[in-house]
């Protein structure tokens, strides 16, 4: 049985991405053949690889690497898109969304990424090491070594933790009984290694790891005793000691939405029972129709361009593959339009200049341009899925969308975008974050928040002295470097009185964007199908929506951004365009009309000149 699992828990997880790396050959992994998913009756076995005996009152935690890597490359399997966003051959890839590290007693929102996308820090270099990062958005991580960041995953609190393995089951489990709030739980215990379990009821841990201080030793009998206690539930175990595991091949949408979940918020929001999904979804397609993934787990994004590690043709799976031909750009067609009966896009009217400077989700993806830049939350911003009572539309961080602009390809697509928000120091022209836990002990001391400094801050003038105050404690700290505090698009320090805020431009300050593709709009739906005018008008959000900056500091003038701006017009040729639209239907009127004058005096002059020439045509 040792590839039949390599083809179901690895080889189509959608949720999960890697670069491509084929099955070791030393290796001696099995495969069905089949289209029908394996039966997996499997034992357990612990990180050492020994099989587990659930009676056993000393059972260690079972191990996903070892146990699924018996039939699966689980090696390969780590270094795909999901689980590879640390790993040291990282490929930077097309930026998404960051991992947004929020704070509210300090008033942060910093963006981060191991990839080094544009308008975000790499955790390493604030000093946030690997244990540290599972610790803050493992509640969703899917698991893997690549998560700890380079760091030894024997060593520090990892050797009382464990390790958090890669987990098919947050994927593949087919009867929904994986429990994201369970494995969450799991991480903020520090129950790594427990955490699998936990997640599918298959065990029980009595105590925690968050509990042990540092310089606990788990080698000894006495240190390895109050480790978290494993208890099995022996019910799930057949009397050969397998447990089964109903795994699905292909995952379901609801293993990605443990992710890549979106809730609007705010004023306006429409309420959930609503809101309509996107349009392939209400037509019964699944996120892993188009969003494929092979052994490897390397994930296809889905976007134009996009070449797959393993060297396939994935044209098609894009929105242009599967409802347009797609050409390399020489004239050949790579993908035929209309995969698996997609309806082919017409685009009637549409001058072909559209479909070169915009992408089909400009048009086609997000909220209907009168609803533009709406408030949003995320799953791995607002943690959600994890059930909460406290969660409010005002939670930290503030995201809104859609927001059009240019992508580095210079096309244009819709985007979510956030503001950083951090206190920082300032040396040498460059700006370098204090991490939350560093910050919370002067801003606590210098403006007494306790919780929340969003809330706690004030309004005005008041807030504006609370944060002068917070900069001033700060100074008291270094006398080479200059404390800062970042938020809703500027940078901010004191004036030369010590006392006034002052408010320069930084690049650290600008916002952190990500083009979004999710929820499609139907054709009927998209903008520009009511008209030109949807979007070459005086008033048209398109081009004329404005997208202020969101900050913790309040701004009675934020700064802001016209879709003029960001799309890189020219101003005086938009207003001339918008112009000749005005009286275009008008004009178009006149045009018809001139042309059937034209057409009757030409066919009367037509007329009266093959009349002339039967007249003077002799009789027969």
Request: aromatic residues 6%.
């Amino acid at each position: 049985m040792k590839r039949a699992v390599a083809s179901a828990c690895a080889a189509l997880a959608v949720a999960t991405g890697l670069a491509a790396q084929e099955p070791r050959p030393d290796e001696d992994f099995k495969a069905t053949g089949s289209r029908r998913a394996h039966a997996h009756w499997i034992e357990l076995l612990d990180a050492s690889g020994k099989t587990i005996d659930p009676g056993d009152a000393d059972a260690p935690p079972f191990s996903t690497t070892k146990t699924c890597g018996k039939c699966h490359d689980v090696a390969a399997i780590e270094h795909g898109w999901h689980f590879a966003a640390a790993g040291s051959d990282t490929d930077a890839g097309r930026p998404g969304e960051p991992w947004l590290w929020t704070d509210p007693r300090t008033g942060t929102q910093l963006p981060l990424s191991y990839r080094k996308w544009a308008g975000t820090f790499d955790p390493r270099e604030l000093g946030v090491d690997g244990f540290r990062f599972v610790l803050e958005f493992g509640r969703h991580l899917p698991g893997g070594a690549s998560s700890y960041a380079g760091a030894d995953a024997t060593q520090g609190r990892f050797r009382l933790s464990g390790a958090l393995d890669v987990d098919c089951m947050v994927c593949h489990d087919r009867n929904a009984s994986w429990s994201h709030e369970r494995w969450s739980k799991a991480i903020d215990a520090q129950d790594f290694a427990w955490a699998s379990g936990k997640a599918l009821g298959l065990l029980h841990a009595d105590g925690d790891v968050k509990s042990l201080p540092d310089s606990h030793d788990a080698t000894t009998p006495d240190g390895k005793a109050k480790l978290p206690r494993t208890r099995y539930d022996r019910a799930r175990f057949d009397p050969d000691g397998k447990v089964f595991f109903d795994v699905v091949r292909v995952p379901s949408n609801e293993a990605c939405w443990t992710c890549h979940s979106a809730r609007a918020v705010g004023d306006g929001a429409e309420p959930r029972w609503l809101h309509d999904d996107d349009v392939h979804l209400r037509a019964g397609m699944r996120c892993a129709d188009c969003h494929r993934n092979d052994l490897a787990h390397h994930l296809v994004r889905g976007h134009e361009g996009e070449r797959h590690p393993s060297g396939a043709s994935i044209a098609s799976f894009s929105c242009r593959g599967c409802h347009l031909d797609e050409s390399d750009g020489h004239g050949n067609v790579v993908a035929a339009g209309g995969r698996l009966g997609a309806p082919a896009a017409e685009h009637r009217g549409l001058p072909a200049v559209h479909l070169e400077k915009l992408s089909c989700t400009a048009c086609h993806s997000g909220p209907r341009s009168a609803a533009m830049q709406r408030r949003v939350q995320t799953s791995l911003a607002h943690a959600l899925g994890i059930p909460s009572q406290t969660r409010g539309d005002d939670d930290l961080p503030r995201i809104v969308e859609p927001v059009l602009a240019r992508d580095d390809d210079g096309v244009v697509r819709p985007h979510r975008m956030a503001w950083p928000s951090f206190w920082a120091w300032s040396k040498d022209g460059a700006l370098t974050p204090i991490t939350p836990d560093a910050a919370f002990a002067t801003v606590r001391r210098a403006l007494r928040v306790r919780k929340d400094l969003v809330a706690e801050l004030g309004a005005g003038d008041e807030a504006r002295a609370k944060i002068a105050a917070g900069l001033a404690a700060f100074a008291t700290q270094r006398s080479d470097a200059t404390p800062v505090f970042v938020s809703g698009g500027r940078a901010w320090r004191l004036g030369a009185d010590g006392k006034q805020l002052v408010s320069f431009e930084h690049s650290a300050a600008k916002p952190v964007s990500w083009s979004i593709a999710h929820d499609v709009r139907p054709a009927r739906d998209a903008l520009g199908a009511r008209g030109c005018t949807e979007c070459h008008a005086g008033d048209a959000p398109f081009v004329h929506a404005r997208v202020a900056a969101i900050g913790v500091v309040p701004d009675a003038d934020p700064p802001a951004s016209s879709g003029v701006e960001r799309l890189q017009l020219d101003a005086t040729l938009v207003a001339a365009w918008e112009k000749s639209f005005a009286g275009r239907d008008w004009f178009k009127l006149l045009v018809v009309v001139a042309i059937g004058v034209v057409t009757i005096v030409l066919l009367a002059h037509a007329l009266r000149a093959l009349a002339a020439i039967g007249k003077r045509s002799p009789p027969a």
